[in-house]
C-alpha cells in the first residue's frame, strides 16, 4: 500500500483497515484479530477528534495517522520482502505459520504497536518541550479512551475470531480487564518516556534507541508466544474449530 499522504485524515486509515480486514478475514488469516480490535479503537479515536475532546485535536488526528503507518509500515514491508523491525517479524511469521491462540495474536500485535510504533510516532509527529505537558495530556485521555473500550475489543474479538475466548472471559469476569488495564497503561506510559529520550537523544543517538525498543517488544513477544512443540499441533486442529464456532454464535444473535 502507498504512504498515507500529509494531511490524511482518521477516516482513510479506516479505509485502508476494512480494505486489509476484508482480505484477510476472507482468508482466515490471523492477522485479522489484532487488525480488528485496532479498527474498534481508531474509530473511537475519530469520534473523540470529531467531538473536540483533546487539547489539541489536529494534532492528536496527526498522532493517530502517523500512528497507524508505522504499522502499514511493517505490513507492506512484510509482504514485498522489504526490512521492518524484528518484533513485527515475530508477529507476521506466527500468524503465517497459525502456531498462536487468538489471544496470543491479539497480545502480540499491541505489544508491537504500543512498544514499538508508539514512540516513533510521537516523536514524528510534533514532541517539542514547549508542548509536552499539553501533548502528554492528551496522551492521558487516549489511555480513558481505551480502558473504555476494552469490553467491546473482547466482544468483537471472540465473536468473530473466538467461541472460547468468549467463554473464557464470561468465566473470569473482570479480572482479565483489570489485567488489560494495568497493561496498557504500563506500556503507554513506556512509551511515553521512550518518545521523551528518542526526541533528546543526538542524531547519532537514535538508530540505537529505536533499535532498543524493537528488541524490547520482540523480548516481550517471546513471553506472550513461547514456543511450544505441544501447542502447535493442538491448535493446527482446534483454532479452526474454534474460529468456527465463534462465527456460528455470532451469526445466532445478528
Known sequence: MPLLTTGA???????????????????????????????????????????????????????DVQFAQEYFDAVDASESAGAFPDCWRMVFDLARKRDTTVLQDLLLGINAHIVHDLPLALVKVGFEPGERMRRRRDHERVNE??????????EEVAGR???????????????????????????????????????????????????????????????????SRFLKPVLRFARPLDGALARWARSRTL
Not at 485502508?16 to 485496532?38: G, H, I, K, N, T
Not at 479512551?145 to 473482547?154: A, F, K, N, S, T
Open 9 to 63: 485524515s482518521i477516516r482513510v486509515v479506516l479505509e485502508r483497515m476494512d480494505v486489509l480486514l476484508e482480505r484477510w478475514e476472507a482468508a482466515r488469516d490471523p492477522r485479522a484479530v489484532f487488525l480488528r480490535s485496532y479498527r474498534v479503537v481508531t474509530e473511537a479515536m475519530e469520534d473523540a477528534v470529531g467531538k473536540g475532546l483533546f487539547e489539541d485535536n489536529d494534532w492528536m488526528e496527526r498522532l
Open 145 to 154: 479512551i481505551l480502558i473504555g473500550l476494552i469490553d467491546r475489543i473482547q
Open 161 to 227: 475470531y473466538s467461541w472460547a475466548l468468549g467463554i473464557l472471559d464470561r468465566w473470569v469476569g473482570t479480572r482479565d480487564e483489570l489485567l488489560t488495564r494495568s497493561g496498557i497503561l504500563s506500556a503507554r506510559s513506556a512509551a511515553w518516556i521512550a518518545a521523551v529520550a528518542l526526541f533528546e537523544a543526538s542524531p547519532e543517538g537514535r538508530p540505537q534507541i529505536a533499535l532498543d525498543l524493537d528488541r524490547a517488544a520482540r523480548a516481550a513477544a517471546d513471553v506472550i508466544a513461547p514456543g
